[in-house]
T-cell receptor, first 112, second 111 residues
Framework: DVKVTQSSRYLVKRTGEKVFLECVQD?????MFWYRQDPGLGLRLIYF???????EKGDIPEGYSVSREKKERFSLILESASTNQTSMYLC???????????FGSGTRLTVV | RKEVEQDPGPFNVPEGATVAFNCTYS??????FFWYRQDCRKEPKLLMS???SGNEDGRFTAQLNRASQYISLLIRDSKLSDSATYLC????????????FGTGTQLKVEL
């Protein structure tokens, strides 16, 4: 089975801090994604990547950046954390276009 | 209008009941369709893909109606363990590999 691992299950950070969320997948998937999930809003796409060093903005990229230096690793960066970035962050990967995703177990980030 | 819409529920049903969820999508160029299941405080997991001819997996049946732009999920003989949120998911032509998620329908199966 594909495994998608997110480095932290729970994080508490202070406003203004730079935050790194790490995601690693072990099945050589080309495509990786970062979503955030909030009550009543569902999953919203932040950034995605189809290949190493490649990134594309999703629906809500403001306040975030990403890095994909290696195929298996896709990092989400909050440049200056704000309280409205308190959320559940979910990383996912897929092998081919139109395929279903495999998700990591999520990182619940609280910004205080 | 949201790209993918679902009734949030909750649907409260007794064990053994049959329950159906619908989901509508706005983009007629939609390509792929899925149902995901999400348990409380857990990540979404793929339940089943939805094909044009419909598909069945045990107690679960998924249907696609392209003309009316909706997909459905039918659960027969509901179990307590079916209690979860069910997410409708769509990909759109020109949207690359991205999945667009509905906000989910909550199901509670009760004794």
């Amino acid at each position: 089975d594909v495994k998608v691992t997110q480095s932290s299950r729970y994080l508490v950070k202070r406003t203004g801090e730079k935050v790194f969320l790490e995601c690693v997948q072990d099945m050589d998937h080309e495509n990786m994604f970062w979503y955030r999930q909030d009550p009543g809003l569902g999953l919203r796409l932040i950034y995605f990547s189809y290949d190493v060093k490649m990134k594309e903005k999703g629906d809500i990229p403001e306040g975030y950046s990403v890095s994909r230096e290696k195929k298996e690793r896709f990092s989400l960066i909050l440049e200056s954390a704000s309280t409205n970035q308190t959320s559940m962050y979910l990383c996912a990967s897929s092998l081919v276009a139109g395929d279903g995703y495999t998700f990591g177990s999520g990182t619940r980030l609280t910004v205080v | 209008r949201k790209e993918v819409e679902q009734d949030p529920g909750p649907f409260n049903v007794p064990e053994g009941a049959t329950v159906a969820f619908n989901c509508t999508y706005s983009n007629s160029a939609s390509q792929s369709f899925f149902w995901y299941r999400q348990d409380c405080r857990k990540e979404p997991k793929l339940l089943m893909s939805v094909y044009s001819s419909g598909n069945e997996d045990g107690r679960f049946t998924a249907q696609l109606n392209r003309a009316s732009q909706y997909i459905s999920l039918l659960i027969r003989d509901s179990k307590l363990s079916d209690s979860a949120t069910y997410l409708c998911v769509v990909t759109f032509t020109g949207g690359g590999n991205k999945l667009t998620f509905g906000t989910g329908t909550q199901l509670k199966v009760e004794l």
